[in-house]
């Protein structure tokens, strides 16, 4: 019996995961004809289809799902090993893909590895900036950002940065006009900007604690993000009151633009962790992503 040419099957595991010929074309560097042309041939070797094309879509026939789960993660496992062989060479290389929040990119991850991408040009650094909580083995990261307290417990967890406190601010003019709220169950008559997180496809809950008691607290008012980027322009713009770790209204906090109210409902608690499985090889370029991050211990 021939042997099968492994190309075809990996622009088969490239497409059925990217759904699309157009963007395989890409990742592998080919023409989308030509991408096509391998993968109907390896459906002519093996006489069964393995992909429903439509002018619109591309999806997975039970044949080639059953192909996909049967042989994608060995080319995965395959294209690890090769990344650790670069322990023998005198520069690691490799890509590592994370993902993650955007502000975090800003206030650790890119000042952190900018410098590590100038010692080793042979690394690559990918960010997906994206608020879901995404399965990072499934979707293939190397690893993924997030508070401590939601890691899943089969998850190697790195402390990236020191703990986190959330504020709830507004204005001076705005409290000045809507008076303070004196417990976060006071924040329902305030008009409040809200976030909606693909994680959870509801409004998010405001969590607050004081004691040991815990209390979630829904707000409404008349703007809702996916995203916390833009949430400290419309506080200041006096849009309402909003609900952030503290680190992103802290220059304004500073410059008294704004004001912070329920301070002691808003206990500190473990902050940001990169996160990759277990069971995960690490490639040497991914081995000094993480030390380039890990949280360093204050001297005693």
């Not at 595991?13 to 699309?20: D, K, L, M």
């Not at 289809?49 to 080639?64: D, I, K, N, Y």
């Not at 607050?208 to 995203?227: A, C, M, P």
Request: charged share 25%; hydrophobic share 40%.
């Amino acid at each position: 019996m021939p042997k099968h040419n492994f190309n075809d099957l990996m622009a088969f595991v490239v497409v059925a995961r990217e759904s699309s010929f157009t963007r395989a074309a890409a990742h592998l560097g080919i023409t989308q004809s030509a991408v096509s042309q391998v993968v109907s041939g390896l459906e002519t070797r093996l006489k069964i289809r393995l992909l429903t094309r439509t002018t619109r879509s591309v999806s997975l026939t039970a044949a080639g799902e059953r192909l996909l789960q049967s042989i994608g993660h060995r080319f995965d496992e395959i294209e690890c090993e090769l990344d650790a062989l670069t322990e023998l060479r005198d520069k690691p290389a490799g890509t590592v893909r994370i993902t993650c929040g955007d502000h975090v990119v800003k206030t650790t991850l890119l000042p952190r590895l900018l410098p590590l991408l100038r010692e080793y040009p042979d690394i690559r650094l990918e960010l997906d900036i994206n608020y879901g909580f995404r399965d990072i083995v499934a979707d293939r990261f190397d690893a993924g950002v997030r508070f401590g307290e939601t890691v899943d417990l089969d998850m190697i967890a790195v402390p990236i940065g020191p703990d986190v406190r959330m504020a709830v601010v507004a204005t001076p003019e705005y409290f000045t006009e809507h008076g303070l709220p004196k417990t976060p169950r006071d924040l329902v008559a305030h008009r409040c900007i809200n976030t909606r997180f693909p994680t959870y496809g509801g409004v998010d809950a405001w969590e607050f604690e004081q004691k040991g008691k815990k209390l979630k607290v829904r707000v409404d008012g008349q703007l809702v993000f996916n995203t916390s980027t833009h949430v400290p322009e419309a506080v200041l713009d006096g849009v309402g009151i909003a609900y952030l770790p503290e680190e992103e209204f802290a220059p304004y906090l500073n410059e008294g633009r704004l004001m912070r109210v329920l301070e002691d409902w808003c206990p500190a608690f473990s902050g940001y962790h990169l996160y990759y499985p277990s069971r995960r090889q690490p490639s040497p370029a991914f081995s000094l992503v993480v030390d380039a991050l890990r949280a360093k211990r204050p001297a005693a």
